[in-house]
């Protein structure tokens, strides 16, 4: 593989298609039994069971500020590595793994469906469906209100 | 040192010799003409009797005696090695084990004592054994060190005196070495110690008799080196001899000449000596001396129970608790002063963690011990000839970890003999070893350590796998049919899955594989397979180094479970709402005459009041500092011992919960930290 590209996974969270760097995501399993957490912001869902390892759990609906949804057989848990552990991720759906160039990412706008600019990595175009590139560092060690657009406080 | 020392001394010192039996019996039933091991069975039989003997464990000592007198008829070559022997000597050790560790399950030992001494056709061995412990004792002129040329240098290049001292243990001493040892290292304060009569390694084999003979370099008096040996009990006689330099050891061992025939050794040694440089040898001297006392320094090892360790480790992990609150304090308040401070606090107590943990290390060859011999009585049970392979057994891996992992180890190893290894014959016809191949290894992989069990034996059939697995409900035909090959075989995990069809005595003994999963699980760790029909199958174990363990009580509040540290515990009783009483809008209890304030956990912990009334509520009552509080919940689980995990907290107010555990079920339970919970 060249330099210039990067695999990257990419999942929907309602209507908008993200994605993330491949080599951040350790591996994705279905949806388990979430353990909720006393006093747990919306930041944290709570902690799963991974082989016997406790992983936190974010739900990034929650995150997003979104209406919560029953999970589906579609609903996946992103196990991705943040500050050297394991953090799983919760989407609605993973769809497919994409070759991205670099030079087809483009610069992430001020604010992207409603995501500040902190949060974003980038924006690539595949086909008709633009798809929005996280910065997960900052998305996982933030604290404040993400919103979506449309979506009311 | 008092009988309950010498209690604890026995167990342990006998679990050694009858691993001795057991290992060495083994390695004879293969190599039948091997007199060392018949040597070493000897050995640990007669230390056995002896210390039994002297314990007052008549049963014990004399099922020993039998077997030692077999031993001696094999070492004699009166009788040979086969099947037989190997069979009853095993059942004799196998009786022991039993002796020493539940005496009342001990079926019908006379008839095996009697049986043992059939075999017997004269009975003249105890004479004989008298006889050549006659032999070995005798006065240090007549000691012969074998001296080699290094030993030689030592004594010759260092500054001191030899002396040749001769212990006499009384004969009733119960542990030989271990008096030896107290002598060895009362004398290596004061000098070198060279050699020992018999030498010692095997003196701390416990293979001496009653006395033996050291020979020691030292610059201080015969005088002060008898004082500093005087105080160690269970000495009838210490003799002590000078020997001017050289010169006299070379006299000496002439005079020994005179009296034995195969001195010639230490002649010659001594003639090289005179007439080599001894410049060029500087290096290989300096070199010798330190493995000597390194030597020395391996068997410096003292048993201290687990018990003592897990109670050191509890209050480090304690200390390490304490410290990160008030670290916490240091920067809620912007201390600057204390933060400085606490920096070096906290690598010292990290330090001290990681030095108790390693405290707590054991090699993993004490559960693989215990597989030769239970491959070999399998393999002749189900008519199947294996080669058990052991690789990696000085990996070393916590003490509980140890502990757990023996039964699921046993279990997939019998499963590899049972299910996985063909007959021999169908074997042959697949053009396969007769023997089948069971390789047994550990190894560290980063945190971990891997433990893996290997067979070349027929590997398991995916299609059977599904077959079994829609048949017994663990999952539906379209969920199989968009698994892959390895996750089928993973199927057989699942709980409810055994995939032979007899049960039979080798495995499916009512546990599963699914049983060895949650095992493995609990500890931490992962169990996953690969497999290939017609090759042989391997079951790989993820194992964590260490463990933090506590004792807790599990509760359950609203639909979830939580564990309560035990050492915070007073007591639970069950509160009748009559008897709560408001006070300054506190809900509290009368108990012993104090006042106990209550806390809900379920308004602590988030979850909504149910609001149903119940005739007695559940409650724990906890000490914080000086004051107690009671928690109520909805209904109390029971103690256990659970492994706390940290909580990954990205939300950054979990103050509430000091971990999570996972329980044997798979779910977890959030470990509550008392102390937040009563004050906040």
Redesign the interface.
């Known amino acids: 593989m060249a330099a210039d590209t990067e695999q990257v996974i990419v999942f929907d969270i309602g209507s908008e298609k993200f994605g993330i760097k491949i080599t951040r995501v350790h591996e994705i399993v279905r949806m388990k039994e979430i353990t909720e957490l006393p006093n747990s912001s919306k930041y944290m869902e709570g902690i799963i069971n991974l082989r016997g390892d406790i992983v936190s759990v974010i739900d990034l609906r929650k995150r997003f500020n979104l209406e919560q949804i029953e999970s589906t057989n579609d609903t996946r848990i992103i196990v991705v590595e943040f500050e050297g552990q394991d953090v799983g991720v919760v989407v609605d759906n993973v769809s497919e793994v994409l070759h991205i160039q670099n030079s087809d990412v483009d610069l992430p706008p001020k604010s992207m469906a409603g995501i500040k600019e902190d949060y974003l990595k980038g924006i690539v175009k595949v086909d008709e469906d633009i798809i929005i590139l996280l910065n997960l560092d900052n998305l996982l060690s933030s604290k404040e209100n993400i919103q979506l657009e449309n979506e009311n406080k | 040192m008092d009988m309950n020392d010498f209690q604890e001394l026995y167990a342990s010192e006998s679990r050694e010799h009858l691993d001795i039996l057991n290992d060495s019996l083994l390695t004879l039933e293969n190599d039948p003409e091997n007199m060392e091991m018949i040597n070493e069975c000897f050995r640990a039989a007669h230390t056995l009797k002896g210390m039994a003997g002297t314990m007052g464990f008549e049963r014990v000592s004399r099922l020993a005696h039998a077997m030692e007198n077999i031993l001696d008829l094999l070492r004699d070559g009166q009788i040979g090695v086969n099947t037989e022997v190997i069979n009853l000597l095993f059942k004799a050790v196998d009786n022991l084990e039993l002796l020493s560790s539940n005496p009342d399950e001990v079926e019908d030992l006379e008839g095996l004592i009697s049986e043992l001494k059939s075999f017997l056709e004269t009975d003249n061995t105890e004479t004989d054994n008298q006889k050549q412990e006659n032999s070995t004792s005798s006065s240090s002129a007549e000691i012969d060190f074998d001296l080699s040329d290094d030993e030689l240098r030592i004594i010759s290049d260092n500054s001191g005196d030899p002396m040749i001292i001769r212990i006499q243990l009384e004969d009733d001493c119960v542990f030989k070495s271990l008096r030896a040892d107290m002598v060895f290292e009362a004398l290596e304060e004061y000098g070198e110690l060279i050699k020992a009569h018999p030498a010692i390694d095997k003196i701390r084999k416990e293979e001496l008799d009653e006395t033996f003979h050291i020979l020691f370099l030292t610059i201080e008096s015969k005088e002060i080196i008898a004082e500093s040996l005087d105080n160690i009990s269970e000495i009838e006689e210490i003799e002590i001899t000078m020997i001017d330099q050289l010169e006299q050891l070379k006299d000496g061992s002439q005079q020994e000449d005179n009296k034995e025939d195969n001195q010639d050794g230490i002649k010659e040694d001594i003639k090289d000596l005179e007439d080599k440089e001894i410049e060029e040898n500087q290096v290989k001297k300096s070199t010798n001396v330190k493995s000597l006392s390194k030597r020395l320094k391996a068997n410096n090892t003292i048993r201290v129970d687990v018990e003592r360790l897990d109670s050191l480790m509890n209050l480090v992990a304690e200390l390490v608790i304490k410290r990160t609150q008030v670290e916490s304090v240091g920067e809620s308040y912007n201390l600057d002063e204390l933060n400085k401070k606490l920096k070096p606090l906290s690598k010292v107590t990290t330090e001290l963690q990681n030095s108790v943990m390693e405290m707590r290390m054991v090699p993993i060859s004490l559960v693989f011990n215990r597989f030769p011999r239970l491959v070999r009585d399998l393999a002749q049970d189900l008519d199947k000839e294996i080669n058990l392979v052991i690789e990696g057994e000085e990996t070393e891996l916590d003490r509980t970890i140890i502990d757990e992992i023996g039964d699921p180890l046993v279990h997939m190893v019998r499963n590899a003999i049972g299910h996985g290894i063909e007959d021999p014959e169908e074997r042959e016809r697949l053009g396969k070893d007769r023997e089948g191949l069971i390789k047994l290894s550990a190894f560290h992989e980063g945190n971990n350590v891997v433990v893996q069990i290997q067979d070349d034996g027929q590997g398991i059939n995916p299609e059977l796998i599904k077959k079994k697995a829609i048949e017994k409900g663990v999952a539906t035909l379209s969920e199989i049919e968009a698994m892959s090959e390895s996750e089928i075989i993973m199927l057989i995990l699942a709980a409810g899955f055994s995939t032979n069809e007899e049960v039979n005595d080798v495995s499916g003994r009512g546990v599963g594989m699914d049983v060895v999963k949650t095992k ?7 169990v996953d397979i690969e497999s290939e029909v017609g090759k042989g199958s391997t079951f790989t174990m993820k194992l964590p180094l260490t463990l933090s363990i506590i004792q807790g009580f599990l509760i359950k509040v609203a639909d ?1 479970k939580y564990v309560i540290p035990l050492e915070s515990i007073q007591e639970i009783v069950d509160v009748n709402p009559d008897d709560i009483k408001t006070i300054r809008q506190e809900k509290v209890i009368h108990r012993r005459g104090s006042v106990v304030p209550l806390i809900s956990l379920h308004d ?4 909504e009041e149910t609001g149903e009334l119940k005739r007695e509520i559940p409650t724990v009552i906890v000490e914080v500092g000086n004051d107690y509080y009671g928690l109520m919940a909805d209904s109390i689980i029971g103690q256990q011992e659970v492994v706390i ?10 103050e ?2 000091a971990g ?1 555990a ?1 329980l044997g079920d ?3 339970a ?1 470990i509550i930290n008392v102390e937040e919970i009563t004050t906040s």
């Open positions: 493995i699980e609990s500890l931490s760790g992962s979830q602590k912990l988030n979850k995990k940290r909580i990954n907290d990205l939300s950054g107010n979990l509430k919960i999570g996972i798979g779910s977890i959030l």
